[in-house]
């Protein structure tokens, strides 16, 4: 699992910011590093909310990657 400030904010335990703002700031990652947030819900979709993991998904499909 990737970890640092930039993907650490995603964890359904940080409550800084809400979900909506999670997203929002989701929007501003490039595709690498989309992915590397993607691996790590892959890894332990437990630790992240359902909410914040359909972002990812539809923030990847913004971007031209379809995601199955």
Not at 9 to 38: A, C, P, W
Request: charged letters at 30%; a negative charge; one cysteine or more.
């Amino acid at each position: 699992m990737i970890y640092g400030a930039g993907f650490n904010l995603f964890f359904r335990k940080n409550k800084e910011m809400s979900n909506q703002e999670k997203i929002e700031k989701l929007k501003q990652y490039s595709v690498g590093d989309t992915l590397d947030l993607l691996r790590n819900i892959e890894e332990s979709p437990s630790e992240f909310d359902e909410e914040v993991i359909k972002g990812v998904y539809q923030c990847l499909f913004d971007k031209g990657i379809m995601c199955i």
